[in-house]
């Protein structure tokens, strides 16, 4: 099996000092992918950055100091890397990285949150209107070198009424408008990636992912599922499993999100498992081998 899990961990210092060390280390996943690390890896411990026995690619935002900043942690090293899909403005903005393995391509994206009625949801649609036709050029190209694709992350958009609690109370504000679900509509239509969790459990409501630290939210299950693992037709109908890791109790949470594992039969895991041991206590970042000018202007 080939298991792959997506965490938005809401600053990663932070969130080590709660659990998300030991998370690592008794997670059985071939590919961990990180939203919201808000760090870049010079400033991170090297037991963050590039923790023992993983290959790791980052993209932190350069002009945003601490905010954003995505990840990929591998097993396996990976053949190339690339930091941002080719749009100026937000290449530089720590939203997206993608790293190549024989097979398979990894992404960890993470949307901006958006806030209706302000120039926060002129960014999120301007994101959204770049990042499709990248998901259609990124399956094209992966196909041709016979790769699948799973982009995983937080999406900050819930695609169906049954992706959140209080949906009824939420139809007017960011993450549930019907300009974001159509457009989430279409990454699952147009674009042709398949919602991995919700091919395995079409029912709800729920599982819910994020859960707001206010109130009893967390207590009363009342979240939203934004956190996807997003997969090419090939991979996707190899999912096994999918589970949402939520924590027993609310004080044993290290993150607001909860991570999103999802196991799949696929052939080439068995290799992969079989180079652990050769990089098992060592330290390794991976080059980025595809990045992003140095000119470009991120994301504010």
Known sequence: MLTVSTINVNGLRAAAKKGFVEWLAATAADFVCLQEVRASADDLPAELAAPPGWHTVHA????????????VYSRQEPTAARVGFGVSEF?????YVEAWFPGVVVGSVYLPSGEVGTLRQDQKERFMAAFLPYLVELREKAAASGCEVVICGDWNIAHQEIDLKAWKANRKNAGFTPAERDWMGRVFDEAGYRDVHRLLHPEGPGPYTWWSYRGKAYDNDSGWRIDYQVATPGLSARAHTAVVERAATYAERWSDHAPVTITYDWPGAAQWRSMTAAIAGSMITCPIIMTVPPDIQPAQ
Do not use: H, M, P, Q
């Not at 932190?60 to 990840?71: H, I």
């Not at 290449?91 to 939203?95: E, H, I, L, N, T």
């Open 60 to 71: 932190d935002s350069r002009v945003l100091k601490g905010r954003n900043g995505v990840a």
């Open 91 to 95: 290449d530089a903005s720590g939203r």
